[in-house]
């Protein structure tokens, strides 16, 4: 049971490039999110999911892009890459909402230069 | 504004003796609180969580005490073994923010032999 799965794990960017994060889920899950953590800093919500074909914006959407057209998949698309998008990344999933165990990838860190 | 706040970035501790992590947080609307552990190069795991109609949840070696009064929760690690070491984020929800998880920076906790 694989879990939770990020591609890449790491990736350097240049300013104004553009790519996808990928992460997919095996649990079946309904609810997949997408954040961000800074260093020194908590976790912050980009986007999340409630189910194929239906995204929101969570606390820090700019200049990222979501995508659900499957249970299992929700991709993370950074459009003009930016230096204030250098991070780390997961993905994470979880059967019911917010407050229930949510399950995450290893992370991937994108760093713009 | 940071809604909540683990003040500790570190905390060393024995082996064997009690481990507290602590968190505070301002807004009176957050209803449930979670506290998730996180290893070096991987995602979050859930630990434990507690709802704001409890004042104590316990599992196994760990306990969440809320104070609502207060604002603040602890987590106690009772007894602290060395695959504790870990960083420590606490998270928690309500209505007013959609019910998505407004995160803490973390406590790294460090097990001393």
């Known amino acids: 049971n694989a879990g939770v799965t990020q591609t890449p794990k790491f990736r350097i960017l240049k300013i104004g490039q553009s790519m996808t994060l990928q992460c997919a889920q095996d649990?079946?899950?309904?609810?997949m999110y997408w954040y961000r953590q800074d260093p020194g800093m908590g976790l912050k919500l980009i986007y999340y999911s409630v189910g194929a074909g239906i995204t929101d914006k969570g606390e820090v959407p700019n200049g990222y892009n979501v995508s659900r057209s499957t249970t299992e998949d929700f991709p993370l698309r950074l459009e003009l890459a930016a230096p204030s998008q250098t991070s780390v990344y997961f993905c994470?999933?979880?059967?019911?909402?917010?407050?229930?165990?949510?399950?995450f990838g290893q992370g991937t860190r994108l760093t713009v230069v | 504004d940071q809604q909540v706040k683990q003040n500790s970035p570190s905390l060393s501790v024995q082996e064997g003796r009690i481990s507290i992590l602590n968190c505070d947080y301002t807004?009176?609307?957050?209803?449930?609180f979670l506290w998730y552990k996180k290893y070096p190069a991987e995602g979050p795991t859930f630990l434990i969580s507690i709802s704001s109609i409890k004042d104590k949840n316990e599992d196994g070696r760990f306990t969440v005490f809320l104070n609502k009064s207060a604002k603040h929760l602890s987590l106690h690690i009772v007894p602290s073994q060395p695959g504790d070491s870990a960083v420590y984020f606490c998270a928690a929800s309500g209505g007013d923010s959609n019910y998505q998880l407004i995160w803490g920076a973390g406590t790294k906790l460090i097990i001393k032999p």
């Open positions: 649990m079946n899950h309904n609810y």
């Open positions: 994470a999933s979880s059967l019911k909402t917010f407050n229930t165990e949510a399950f």
């Open positions: 807004n009176s609307m957050f209803d449930y």
